[in-house]
C-alpha cells in the first residue's frame, strides 16, 4: 500500500513543496524550492536503537543536504521510519537571509508532514 501527502510552504521563490510518499517499509519525500527546483541531493534516514543514522549523496557543487538531513532526522525520529528525501531548493545569488529563510521553510514542511502523519506529535 502507498500513500501520498503534498506539502507546500512558503511563496513565490521562497516556496517549499514536499511530495511524500508513505510505503509499508519507509517514506519517500522529493522536495523541490525557490526559483529552480532540480536533483542536487539524496539523504536517507535510518532509524537506530539509539536514535538515527544519516547517509548523504550530492552532486557535485550542491548543498542542498545541509536542507535534506535536519528534515530526515525529525521525520525518521517522529514516524520511526526510514526516510529517504531527494530534490534541490535554488535561488540564483541567494543571501544568508534567503538561504535561512529556505532552510526555516523546509523545517516547517517537515513539520507540517510530520503532523499529518503521526497527529499530535508536535
Not at 68 to 90: D, R, S
Not at 95 to 100: A, G, N, P
Amino acid at each position: 500500500m502507498m500513500k501520498e501527502l503534498m506539502i507546500t510552504f512558503g511563496e513565490n521563490r521562497y516556496l517549499i513543496k514536499l511530495k511524500a510518499t508513505i510505503t509499508s517499509d519507509g517514506i519517500i519525500i522529493i522536495v523541490g524550492g525557490g526559483e529552480k527546483p532540480h536533483v542536487g541531493a539524496a539523504v536517507m534516514a535510518l532509524p537506530t536503537p539509539s536514535g538515527y543514522e544519516i547517509k548523504e549523496v550530492s552532486a557535485p557543487q550542491h548543498k542542498d543536504a545541509v536542507a535534506f538531513k535536519p528534515m530526515a532526522q525529525l521525520i525518521c525520529q517522529a514516524a520511526g521510519e526510514k526516510v529517504v528525501i531527494v530534490g534541490g531548493i535554488h535561488i540564483d545569488n541567494a543571501t544568508k537571509e534567503e538561504i535561512d529563510i529556505l532552510l526555516n521553510y523546509s523545517l516547517k514542511a517537515a513539520q507540517i508532514l510530520i503532523e499529518k502523519l503521526v497527529p499530535g506529535t508536535l
